[in-house]
């Protein structure tokens, strides 16, 4: 459950506008899938993960924002939904988010140029917390025409360890695309 409002800084209105405008279109619609992630509840060694129903809506509010509305299946009568404010910002090669209130998550972007159309893979790295711990996080965000892959991972700030799976958001669109050509 996480509500995203994804706009452009003034910075990426240069040769980023087209990077940043193609990107938020590529994103824009209706998505439906599954959030995996690593069962906490379980000791840190432990592979076991859990899987949650979510929807994803992603809106635009003609002044280049966007807000995406995820909702999540969290057992019997639960629905959970968060909300976080999102800003791409291909100039300055950054990505930055605030969650429910937190305080500003910034995270170097890698890939910004490498897009096609809005899509393509970019890999976003900077530090917070995992399991309330100072980490590294490191996220591969994959936008293809109908699929949008977001894997996170971390590792305890300062370590050489491999990266270690978080949690992995793996969204379809809603609806099936048109189909075309002959049968």
Not at 32 to 45: F, M
Not at 96 to 107: E, H, L, M, R, Y
Not at 113 to 127: I, M
Request: negative net charge; charged residues 25%; without cysteine.
């Amino acid at each position: 459950m996480r509500a995203a409002l994804v706009g452009v800084s003034a910075a990426g209105q240069s040769s980023g506008s087209t990077v940043a405008a193609d990107l938020k279109s590529a994103l824009r619609g209706d998505w439906v899938g599954v959030l995996e992630y690593r069962d906490y509840s379980e000791p840190p060694t432990s592979t076991k993960r859990v899987d949650l129903p979510t929807w994803l809506s992603v809106t635009s509010d003609g002044e280049g924002k966007q807000t995406w509305h995820y909702v999540y299946d969290d057992g019997p009568n639960k629905t959970v939904d968060e909300i976080e404010a999102v800003t791409f910002d291909p100039a300055r090669e950054q990505y930055t988010a605030v969650d429910n209130g937190k305080p500003a998550q910034t995270f170097h972007v890698a890939g910004y140029s490498a897009l096609k159309g809005g899509r393509g893979t970019l890999t976003l790295t900077g530090s917070g917390t995992d399991s309330g711990k100072p980490a590294e996080i490191r996220e591969m965000m994959t936008i293809r025409r109908n699929l949008l892959e977001v894997l996170e991972e971390t590792r305890s700030a300062g370590s050489q360890d491999a990266f270690a799976f978080r949690h992995l958001y793996r969204l379809v669109r809603r609806e099936a695309p048109a189909v075309t050509g002959a049968k």
